[in-house]
């Protein structure tokens, strides 16, 4: 007994769509070549991303002015120049009356020995987390293109697997189409078809969305136009993946510029706090002056003065425990840092090893899939033989198989 040339050809289209995407578990599917098709590289992409993201830009002149501010902190402040003039009468008798005369005084603030060393390490400190800072942005950035770049892909991929669907099912719609003009078929079929292709040209507009949308902020990232032309996105090559996850995860802490901008956080915080102790000290202003008095012989004068911390209470005591409660919450958040290995692992530019991994095991799980359904497939067609017989054969069983690639 054999088909019926209709059911032979719905068959065969069924088991060619069957057995393309069980190949795709070695080597994806691609779409029909250009000529004139861009290929869109991960490399450039990421190498454009450092040097015209804005978020990096921004960074990059944050650090820049807090290395600027180092030479700035720990300096005197600037002396004080002041003009002087003492007169007896309401005319001029410098000269006249030793009281009377006009000089020129300077001053210099001298802050309590320690304080500037420490200002200074303060703002040196604040320079390295912004350097720290500065490379988590850059990483965080590298991240994001890495990880549109392959939804990128996947979309691509999808699509393809997509249209291939579309022409099958067209195929079953016209095979319905026939059988049911010929009085061999059941009109549902007819309208399962059409059904089932609305549907996936519904999904195939769904898909050109997402990608239209993961284009846009990839354009984002590299400060071009929304629209800006990009490539097809080229084959993917496996990642090696980490032998021990546990122990990739303890390096990330170790090495995530997040964790290292904290801990610059605390050191800047304990020089904060010895900085705070020394305000119960008193600060200086040292000044020197010239006076002269005419005919009379001229003055000099020295000064020494100094501020008397009296409100130590409610000023300076308060001011160290400020100072505290900051060095120990940046403590904590250290701590917490720690604790969230997997995400800094995800923002230290690693996803997309965990990307290809998870992507391999569904690989796995689809060739496996697809394998069963092939086999499902050639026990189906030969039980349709008998059915055909008695002209029961179903096109409802090749739709759901084609609904099960897309699942």
Not at 24 to 35: C, D, F, K
């Amino acid at each position: 007994m054999c088909l019926s040339k209709t059911a032979r050809l719905a068959a065969i289209a069924l088991l060619g769509l069957l057995y393309v995407p069980a190949n795709a578990s070695a080597q994806p599917p691609t779409q029909p070549a250009q000529e004139d098709a861009q290929v869109l590289s991960l490399e450039s992409l990421i190498s454009e991303a450092l040097k015209a993201n804005p978020e990096i830009e921004a960074a990059r002149l944050r650090w820049e002015a807090a290395r600027d501010r180092i030479s700035q902190a720990g300096v005197l402040p600037d002396p004080m120049l002041s003009l002087r003039l003492d007169n007896i009468s309401e005319r001029l008798t410098i000269g006249e009356e030793e009281m009377s005369m006009a000089g020129v005084e300077l001053s210099q603030m001298i802050p309590f020995p320690g304080k500037r060393p420490l200002m200074k390490q303060m703002a040196a400190q604040e320079a390295e987390r912004e350097a720290a800072l500065l490379e988590a942005t850059r990483r965080k950035v590298v991240a994001e293109v890495k990880m549109l770049y392959y939804e990128l892909y996947l979309a691509g991929r999808s699509r393809a697997i997509v249209e291939q669907t579309r022409r099958l099912l067209q195929t079953l719609a016209d095979t319905a189409q026939a059988r049911y003009s010929v009085g061999e078929g059941l009109q549902q079929d007819v309208l399962r078809a059409q059904t089932e292709l609305a549907r996936i040209n519904e999904r195939s507009a769904r898909i050109e969305q997402q990608e239209g949308s993961l284009r846009a902020q990839l354009n984002a990232l590299l400060r071009r136009a929304p629209d800006a032309e990009l490539g097809e996105p080229e084959p993917l090559r496996p990642a090696p993946l980490p032998p021990d996850r546990h122990q990739l995860i303890s390096r990330a802490v170790e090495q995530a510029p997040q964790v290292q901008a904290l801990d610059r956080m605390v050191t800047m915080k304990e020089r904060a706090v010895s900085l705070a102790r020394r305000e119960y000290y008193p600060d200086f202003e040292l000044s020197v002056g010239y006076l002269d008095r005419g005919r009379l012989s001229s003055m000099y004068e020295a000064m020494v003065s100094l501020n008397l911390p009296i409100y130590y209470r409610s000023r300076q005591r308060a001011k160290v425990q400020e100072v505290v409660n900051d060095l120990g919450s940046v403590q904590e958040e250290r701590v917490a840092a720690e604790l969230r290995g997997p995400e800094i692992l995800r923002d230290h530019g690693h996803a997309g090893g965990y990307l290809h991994y998870g992507a391999h095991t569904r690989n796995r799980f689809r060739s496996i899939r697809i394998e069963r359904l092939h086999l499902c497939a050639k026990d189906r067609c030969a039980g349709n033989e008998h059915r055909h017989q008695a002209r029961e054969a179903d096109v409802h069983s090749e739709l759901s198989d084609a609904r099960d690639l897309l699942r």
